[in-house]
């Protein structure tokens, strides 16, 4: 067993290429021409990643390789690129910063491809760069994110399992129980087996990565948590009981807390040693506002509940931007990290995943 | 005219001292003990207040006095308290860290008479230790807090004026659409007369304190901002007709943003110039969390719509701690401070309210 960069197995980081037209393939070339890729492939286009390398003015090499293995033997800072069949040759022409069905098409056939990859156990994780729903839309690809596609390609498989989207900052870890759904939907989604299995999945997670006992905070949904059911009563209904039964299963979960400020105990500082190691948000924006408060450079999404790592950065395809190679790579680099973090936990927690092969 | 302490009126400033059993008394003698409450008087019970200065240690000195002009002659750092008629004499026996039907009377008496002395222009502005709602509930008062039961006197003086809570950190400035109430009647708050009178209300109170033209950023409800109708339409329906008309009458709004990130992009911090003046927000957390996400010490409660000017600390009664002298007196003092600014502002942009009197 070889250790590279970090892991402690010798299996590659797939970085799924993302829209075509957004700034995806700009952060992937910066990330690799500064270094911070080592023992990634991405899983792309060449000619749309060789116009990337072009447009934030590097002379980076692109490789196409025909297998995984061959990336090995490339040298360092050399982007090695896995092509998918069925890509058209030329999608390097696809207008940027603009919502096109072909983008979206490829997008998700890069997706489909790494995953296919991981389950057959030749990727460590997976690094997603962004998509566009709009463009996934116009490819009929109905998935409003990276995080149900991902769950239902897994299902597909016989996995079905029940994902969960933790956003992480360098300060705060937080997990969502309902997600892309207008906030009266995820009121209905507030449950008590949708609480009960977000405190499972974010204590199954941490416990993969090695953290045995993480302090788990539930925030409650209403302001002051219900106020004892003044202002609702959905904490005593569904979330007190749920962490009750969570506790039950040995979980250390406590809660629920009032929204506006567990996420400041929490929090995760110099001088301020956090409360907890992770927060159950009820609502997106519960969760996210905090995590994108201070900014987006450290923001890191990753997906809990499948059954290989899955990191993203925390931000969207900035079609306003896309072509002018100013797109910060700061979050999609703090993603590659944390894959290589939590793949490399997770090996030396539990041996490598199943059907994982190892050289 | 004579300028007091950054006022350009010589009116003083009245702190209703809270519930007598939580922080408030303790955070009040603080404030006096460190000089950071000049031009200030109390309106409280005078035994609670000596016993707090006790329990902070201090050997300050606390005065009683008859009307507010008396305050003008004591030495700097004694504490002037005006004591409303009809308390008891024994206040000062009520246990500390408990529900007390007596300290909500007391709480709720000294809040009458702080408004009643400042609508007859005795006050410059009210700065409000804080309350608690138990407390209250158990003496007979329903207010589910301050902002509620100022509201009430001033519809009583026959102003009837709808107003917002205001919170303030040394970064950001939120003004909340909906507050205490559950997450599904906040829903259903959201409407475009809500939306629009916030707006209004925000603007008029940052132009009466000389911000001509605030750009006011409105939050979206959804995540996303209800990505174009996907997640939700209240932004369809509400929120976007109401920024157009609050623009149609000259008012510089703008959204409705992600909840998300519209906080980050309003942040004002080094090296970090916000995008907005004032962040409208549809929850009572959405505005909270970030406000409250890097500590309360900075935090202000602003109540706008008011025919004076009332700020507030951003914490409760923190029973836990009370009697302990432990408790931090940060948020109290910056409420002090922004009472001084706004009052001093709204003096200098349209001269002293209605009914004022300036000696």
Redesign the interface.
């Known amino acids: 067993m070889t250790t590279i960069d970090g892991n402690a197995e010798r299996r590659l980081i797939l970085i799924t290429m993302g829209d075509a037209c957004g700034i995806g393939p700009e952060i992937i070339a910066k990330a690799f021409a500064q270094g911070d890729a080592q023992g990634c492939v991405v899983v792309g286009h060449v000619g749309v990643l060789r116009r990337a390398v072009r447009c934030i003015g590097s002379s980076a090499a692109v490789a196409k390789i025909d297998t995984l293995a061959d990336a090995w033997a490339l040298p360092p800072r050399v982007m090695p690129v896995l092509e998918p069949e069925r890509l058209a040759a030329d999608l390097h022409e696809l207008p940027i910063g603009r919502v096109d069905a072909r983008a979206g098409r490829v997008a998700a056939v890069c997706i489909e491809h790494a995953v296919a990859l991981t389950h057959a156990g030749e990727g460590a994780a997976i690094v997603t760069a962004p998509i566009h729903?709009e463009a996934l839309h116009a490819a009929g690809i109905a998935f409003?994110g990276h995080t149900e596609m991902l769950q239902s390609l897994a299902a597909e498989r016989g996995g079905a399992p029940p994902v969960r989207m933790m956003l992480c900052s360098a300060e705060l870890r937080t997990v969502l129980v309902t997600?892309?759904?207008?906030?009266?939907?995820?009121?209905e989604q507030i449950t008590f087996d949708n609480v009960l299995a977000t405190i499972r999945i974010a204590a199954a997670a941490a416990s993969r990565w090695g953290m045995a006992q993480p302090r788990i905070a539930v925030a409650g949904?209403?302001?002051?948590a219900?106020?004892g059911g003044?202002?609702?009563?959905?904490e005593i209904r569904y979330i007190a009981p749920a962490i009750a039964a969570a506790r039950g299963e040995g979980i250390d979960a406590s809660g629920p807390y009032a929204?506006?400020?567990v996420?400041?105990r929490a929090?995760h500082a110099a001088g301020?040693p956090g409360e907890f190691d992770i927060v159950i948000a009820m609502?997106?924006?519960?969760g996210?506002?905090?995590?994108?408060?201070?900014?987006?450079e450290q923001g890191v999404n990753v997906t809990l509940g499948l059954p290989f790592v899955r990191t993203s950065p925390d931000h969207g395809t900035a079609f306003e931007i896309a072509g002018t190679g100013r797109a910060d790579p700061r979050s999609l680099t703090a993603a590659i990290r944390m894959a290589r973090e939590l793949s490399a936990r997770q090996f030396a927690a539990r041996g490598p995943l199943s059907g994982a092969k190892t050289p």
């Open positions: 729903k409003p997600i892309h759904v207008s906030l009266r939907q995820a009121i949904l209403n302001p002051h219900g106020e003044l202002f609702g009563d959905e929204p506006d400020t996420f400041m929090r301020h609502t997106h924006d519960h996210l506002i905090p995590i994108k408060y201070l900014g987006f």
